[in-house]
Nanobody
Framework: QVQLQESGPGLVKPSQTLSLTCTVSGGSIATSAYAWSWIRQPPGKGLEWMGVIAIDGGTFYSPSLKSRTSISRDTSKNQFSLQLSSVTPEDTAVYYC??????????????????WGQGTQVTVSS
């Protein structure tokens, strides 16, 4: 069973770049799932999907975050990472990484979440 673990600084200053890494064990990020996502949850709010990187390396981001978000991978280390630039206090949240599954049925693709990391708190403050 694949396991994921987030890591990175818990405190970031406004205007700087938030950088997190997700380390995957129990399976290869190149073969064990269709894609890999970053999701966040601000305090008192719901989950917000941020973006995804697929097995072929292609990426797709939430339209509201696309201009500031970059997701990359390092298959040799079995890791994928998140870069969120120009952060503000509104970016304070618990950040999660997760695997994604894909199903083609009746002419459409459907996506679901598989394994999740435990989440890591990131606070944006001066």
């Amino acid at each position: 069973q694949v396991q994921l673990q987030e890591s990175g600084p818990g405190l970031v200053k406004p205007s700087q770049t938030l950088s997190l890494t997700c380390t995957v064990s129990g399976g290869s990020i190149a073969t064990s799932a269709y894609a890999w996502s970053w999701i966040r949850q601000p305090p008192g709010k719901g989950l917000e999907w941020m973006g995804v990187i697929a097995i072929d390396g292609g990426t797709f981001y939430s339209p509201s975050l696309k201009s500031r978000t970059s997701i990359s991978r390092d298959t040799s280390k079995n890791q994928f990472s998140l870069q969120l630039s120009s952060v503000t206090p509104e970016d304070t949240a618990v950040y999660y990484c997760a695997s994604n599954n894909r199903l083609y049925y009746s002419g459409s693709y459907y996506f679901s979440f598989g394994s999740w990391g435990q989440g890591t708190q990131v606070t944006v403050s001066s």
